[in-house]
C-alpha cells in the first residue's frame, strides 16, 4: 500500500508479487463515469485545436465516400438514373438506381462480370453482364 492506495499484491497461488489491477468491472464502470463526465461537459469550438475535430481513419473514409456519392448524385434528374438489371452491362460513372439501396454510380469496373457501386451507405460489388 502507498497511502490508501494499492501497488501491489501477493498471488495466493504461487506466492509471486505483481502491480495491482483492478477487476475488469471496476474499468469499466470507471470507464463509463468518464465517458459520461466527457459527454456532459460542453463543447465549445476552441476546446480544440483550430476548431477541428479530430476524425478516425474509418471516419474518413466514410465521410469522403458520402462526399464522392453526394458530388455525384447531385443536381442529377430521376431520369439520368438506369434501373439497375444483373443482365445489363455497365461502365464507370454511370448513374444507376437499385430497388433495394437506392441512387448509386458506378466507381469501378472490376472485370467483365463485377461492377463496384457506390451508395450513399457504401460502396457494395455486384454483378453485371450476366447472361
Given amino acids: ?3 490508501d ?3 501491489k499484491v501477493e498471488c495466493k497461488t504461487c506466492m509471486s508479487h505483481h502491480l495491482y489491477r483492478q477487476p475488469k ?3 469499466e464502470s470507471r470507464a463509463a463515469a468518464r465517458a459520461a463526465a466527457r459527454s456532459s461537459e460542453p463543447r ?4 480544440r485545436a483550430g476548431g477541428v475535430e479530430r476524425l478516425t481513419a474509418a471516419q474518413r473514409a466514410e465521410r469522403d465516400q458520402t462526399l464522392a456519392w453526394e458530388r ?3 443536381g442529377q434528374p430521376s431520369g439520368a438514373f438506369k434501373p439497375y438489371r444483373i443482365n445489363l452491362t455497365f461502365g464507370e460513372g454511370e448513374l444507376i ?3 433495394k439501396f437506392g441512387d448509386g454510380v458506378v466507381a469501378k469496373v472490376i472485370d467483365r462480370g463485377k461492377i463496384e ?4 451507405d457504401g460502396p457494395r460489388t ?3 453482364g450476366q447472361v
Fill in 126 to 128: 455486384m454483378a453485371h
Fill in 44 to 47: 465549445s469550438s476552441s476546446s
Fill in 1 to 3: 500500500m502507498v497511502g
Fill in 117 to 120: 457501386i457506390l451508395f450513399k
Fill in 5 to 7: 492506495v494499492v501497488k
Fill in 72 to 74: 455525384a448524385i447531385a
Fill in 25 to 27: 468491472s471496476e474499468r
Fill in 97 to 99: 438506381h437499385h430497388s
